[in-house]
């Protein structure tokens, strides 16, 4: 087959890697949209000659192209006059990604805002990168689909022509045609910002001057200047291609020498050999993306071997360029070329290669020349911005956003929340930290190669425990149909589940890597990504079967198998048994642990909870109504759940607990819905779980020995649905959740916990009595009930005060601690209810600060209906170590990581999560 091109070029952003801590971008984005707002003043004028010249790196060709001539009509400032000199809330230094959206952000918060471009508005990412790049990857992909793959799917093409000429001003097209959004008359006329042109520098702290004389005072500014390359010394005073005057070329050289193996060299080189030119690639190191994980590297460089792109490990040496007959700067773009010739080291001797250009893709520095930073009190490491973690540099009113950062995060979707981020923190005192920003990087090469997170071999670096689950991009019915068969997705998994970085290599591997960033940022596990429905037949699917394969190996871990089986083992510690009349009593049967309840016993509560031909349900202990100590259920098996965790901290052990209890209790809410009298004899011990369970239940009988209480924040868990739903509505559940406040029969009878309190040697008679009812109504239980109700009440009105105006109306556990404190020093309050305020303050000072918050705000929010039950979260949280302390080890001395003055409101925020998954699915089934 005979390849025939007539004629093409590329590039986008450069690389990156970066810290994760989730949250950080839907903090920042929340809020900031919405109606502009002020007053509109326009600077635009009818355009006239540019009045300063343009870098020559700068400078849009062929001027005569109509396409060129209207993207310069938009996005150069100087063919407008200036607006007069003034001060501003906020001024802005670079019309790039990270000025504009910087302007955009302040006239959203209401802010007067100059902009100060001495180039083209647009940046890079319109001019010179990422727009222009994009068009040509398109058309260099189209140019090489036939050859490389036409023949295997049954399509055979005999010859391809390239029009480099079509190509590039089909580029120029689809970039004037973009250039609308980032013009100048909409940034002046539509969103009210002062545009001004050329080159400013600082003339103080607050202060900064144009070329032309024009004064610019602020209250707060970001510089947004951007990066360019980085020329070698080999390089200096010889004209040379860059990723910027790149776009200028008429004619497609034939020869291509490009020096560098990172992004922009690798997508260049491939794009213009697709096109039809001979492609060199000069790197010391011989590698390609050398900051990606191997594996992908390794595709990338083979796709390049099959295009015919020459990689060569070599040093360059010197650079000469002779020129004919035409000018330096058409001898750049058009033919006839000049004529390079390169001396380079190969480690094994010199060579020199000849070519009629040459791409200088060795890096990129920062644009901070000129600007006199230390006028402005803005301190360098050598040419690099210093800036806090908040982007502020040493001028506390002067933020940096974008390229002119010195992290090397050079992409224009990091530039953009890096901006919204900087002017936040400066127009609105916030301190949103950038280290929080998760940034994903793609490559545009063909296989495409997107990456979040960490690598491989960093995680190993910094000593993370991890494991790495892949899926082939082959193996996935969608890649199998449209002929694909290289490239893969790959998952760093945490114990936990949480997903530590990922790597997807093969087609739109930048649209997939997205789905893992959002995972990320917002916590959520592999699990949850392999539980996610995707459409089928899509090469997304990659991604989640890489999840799954981290789900399949917990699956098959020994101890997960051994849970499994237990999970489906008859259970002997509860029974149903059911009446003719249709009650089903469900006893509770494990007197040595005080019926705690293991995952298996609530399982069994579920089923027993279903039984069809069930009128009416009893909840009771085994022992209700016997002599000596008896429990109704004093919670779920938290002991074991810690012992088991403490073998292995990967057990799911906890999560199907606590997904088998919800279910217990949404099942008993259920038939109380559907209408079933539901009953519960809470007689003995009923904490925890067990409380949980009665609050479902309709009517709550309480004995002379009940002693009811909800101890979870002591070991950092938050009470469960069942108690949560009920607590919420009441100031003595509230103090119970908080400080672990024990309740007798009669003191949770006149505070509203229980419904009735029946002496314990009368149970037996009661249940008997229920046993003959035929269940046509709840009313006929309710009578039966207040026939044995003992009707003393124990409800202090001193007390009852104390509940409503501490735990009822504080909006915070810490306001709570402290009305707390403040009441026990108050000796005008009686004794007595000081007394008990001191023991309350005790039981406060137990928790864990950080459960106590994120239990307040469950509680807020808590909405228990019925057929709802799910409104509410029943989590787990840093459960080992409170039970570690108290039922373990019983030092009593949990580890808690914060006090509640510690306590960050975004952290309990962050715990309010929707319900996890295991629980839905329990609830559900």
Known sequence: MILRRTTVGLLCCALAIQQRVPHAASTMYSGILGPLTGKVQSAFQPSRPSQRPIAPEYTAEPLEDPQVRRLVENVDPSLRRNPPSGTYDLVVLGAGVAGLISCIVGRQLGRKVALVEQHYMGGDC????????????????????????????????????????????????????????????????????????????????????????????????????????????????????????????????????????????????????????????????????????????????????????????????????????????????EAPFGMYRLAVDTGKGEETLEAEAVLNATGRKTRTEGLDLHKAGICCNGAELVVDEQLRTTNPDIFGAGDVLPDRQRFTHAAEWQARLAVRNALLGERLDARRLLIPRATYTEPEVAAVGSTAEELKAAGVKFETFVRQAADVDRNRCDGVTEGFASLHVAQDGQILGACVVGPNAGDHISEVTLCMQHGLTASDLAGTMHPYPTAAEVVRQAAQAFV??????????????????????????????????????????????????????????????????????????????????????????????????????????????????????????????????????????????????????????????????????????????????????????????????????????????????????????????????????????????????????????????????????????????????????????????????????????????????LLEIAEFAARRPGADRHQLLIASLGVRAALIDKDKQPAWTASLEDVDPAEVYKLIAPLPDSQKVAFDG
């Open 126 to 333: 319109l001019n010179t990168g990422c727009v222009p790049s994009k068009a040509l990857i398109a058309a260099a992909r189209e140019a090489a689909r036939p050859v490389l793959r036409g023949g295997d799917l049954g399509v055979r093409v005999p010859e391809v022509a390239v029009d480099f000429e079509a190509v590039m001003s089909r580029m120029r097209r689809i970039r004037a045609e973009i250039s609308e959004h980032d013009s100048v008359r909409r940034y002046s006329e539509d969103l009210g910002v002062e545009v001004y042109s050329g080159a400013a520098r600082f003339m103080g702290k607050r202060q900064v001057t144009l070329a032309d004389g024009t004064e610019l005072g602020f209250r707060k500014c970001i510089l947004g200047t951007g990066a360019g390359a980085l020329v070698p010394k080999e390089l200096e005073g010889i004209p040379h291609l860059t990723n910027s005057n790149l776009w200028n070329l008429r004619h497609l050289p034939p020869r291509l020498v490009v020096l560098g193996a990172g992004v922009i060299g690798l997508e260049i080189a491939q794009a213009m050999r697709r096109l039809g030119s001979q492609v060199t690639i000069i790197s010391p190191s011989g590698r390609v993306m050398p900051k990606e994980e191997p594996e992908a590297a390794e595709l990338v460089r083979k796709a390049l071997d099959r295009d015919g792109v020459r990689l060569l490990a070599a040093k360059l040496l010197k650079v000469d360029r002779q020129v004919a007959s035409k000018s330096e700067g058409s001898a750049l773009y």
């Open 552 to 857: 399949r190996a917990q699956i098959f871990r020994a101890a997960n198998q051994d849970l499994l089986r237990g999970s489906s083992d008859p259970c002997n510690a509860v029974r149903a048994e059911c009446s003719e009349l249709g009650l089903c009593t469900i006893s509770i049967d494990r007197p040595e642990a005080l019926n705690a309840c293991d995952q298996a016993m609530a399982k069994c509560i579920v089923e027993a909870a279903r039984l069809p031909h069930a009128r009416a349900l009893l909840l009771q202990g085994a022992q209700a109504g016997q002599r000596g100590k008896v429990a109704f259920c004093a919670g779920g098996d938290v002991k074991a759940m810690a012992q088991v965790l403490k073998e292995d901290p990967q057990s799911q052990l906890p999560a199907v607990q606590l997904a088998q209890e919800y279910a217990a209790i949404s099942s008993l809410s259920r038939r109380r819905a559907e209408g079933l009298p539901v009953i519960c004899f809470m007689d003995g011990i009923c904490m925890g779980f067990g409380l949980g369970l009665a609050c479902a239940c309709e009517f709550r009988v309480v004995t002379e020995r009940s002693l009811l209480a909800m101890p979870e924040c002591a070991i950092g868990i938050t009470p469960d649905v069942g108690f949560a739903a009920m607590a919420a509505t009441m100031a003595a559940g509230r103090c119970m959740a908080l400080t672990g406040w024990r309740l007798t029969g009669s003191e949770a009878v006149a505070y509203g916990l229980a419904t009735h309190l029946v002496p314990s040697e009368k149970l037996e008679s009661l249940r008997r009595k229920l046993q003959e009812l035929d269940f046509s109504s709840g009313e006929e239980v309710s009578r039966i009930l207040d026939e044995y109700d003992d009707e003393s009440r124990q409800q202090d009105g001193a007390i009852l005060s104390v509940l409503d105006s501490v735990f009822t109306q504080s909006p915070t556990a810490k306001e709570a601690a402290r009305q707390l404190k403040a009441l026990g020093k108050d000796t005008s309050i009686d004794p007595r209810v000081r007394e008990w305020v001191k023991e309350r303050e005790k039981g406060f000072g137990q928790g864990c600060p950080l459960t106590q918050e994120v239990i307040l705000r």
